[in-house]
């Protein structure tokens, strides 16, 4: 990704200070919901270490490889779990989003820069076409968690939260279209930021 080394240590520290919430949420809850904070704890470490700026670790070639095999797992698990609930299509946006910067960052690939930290050396990564839409949904899913963290009657909430059924469903489990797996406001504050954080990476990818 291209941007400063600012941005990539805070966004490195954000991803970072989630996964270690999803870890300790591994301890309490429903076996679903233990699930659930055990994926978004891989998730929130995993984008952790592709955002720590290139000047300060340059991860090895083959690491890229393991980012692939490891989130195309996890993608083929969410796409297994969602016959049971559509709120897992969330996770496997977000772990085919990982294989793709992966894939897009890794070295050799056209356009690759790296991970966070690499300045405007390197052309612009990725497809695009694919890049515009997660950012679209990513996008729409930040703005859908901002609104159930308002507080209900405010115009704000109305806007971006609401009631009705939308595009991307904030509540409970954070994920499209359910509301399963502890929606405490920690915890939706929690997936709000890595949304937040996994838009700044494919923006600056």
């Known amino acids: 990704m291209h941007g400063g080394a600012l941005a990539g240590w805070l966004l ?31 998730m929130g470490f995993g984008m952790a270490a592709m955002a720590v700026p290139a000047a300060v670790l340059t991860l090895p070639e083959g690491a ?8 195309g797992a996890a ?10 609930g559509s709120h897992h299509l969330h996770h496997l946006v977000g772990s085919l989003a990982m294989v793709y910067m992966a894939v897009t960052m890794a070295p050799g690939a056209a356009g690759a820069g ?11 990564g ?5 890049t515009g839409v997660l950012l679209v949904y990513y996008a729409l899913y ?13 115009g704000v909430a109305s806007f971006a939260g609401g ?16 509301t399963t797996g ?8 929690c997936r709000l930021t890595m949304g937040i954080a996994m838009f700044a990476m494919l923006l600056t990818l």
């Open 75 to 84: 993608a083929l698990r969410a796409l297994w779990s969602a016959r049971h």
């Open 64 to 71: 890229w490889a393991v980012y692939g095999v490891v989130f």
């Open 163 to 178: 009631s009705a059924e939308g595009v991307v469903r904030g509540g409970g489990d954070g994920v499209v279209g359910g």
């Open 182 to 189: 502890g929606g405490t406001e920690l915890t939706m504050a």
């Open 114 to 124: 790296g991970h966070a930290g690499h300045g405007a050396a390197g052309g612009a």
């Open 12 to 42: 490195m520290a954000l991803c970072a200070v989630s996964g270690a919430y999803c870890l300790l949420r591994t301890r309490t809850g429903t076996p679903q919901e233990r699930r659930t904070a055990r994926g978004e704890a891989l």
């Open 142 to 154: 930040v703005l859908r968690s901002a609104g159930h963290l308002i507080p209900a009657g405010t």
């Open 126 to 130: 990725g497809v695009p076409l694919l």
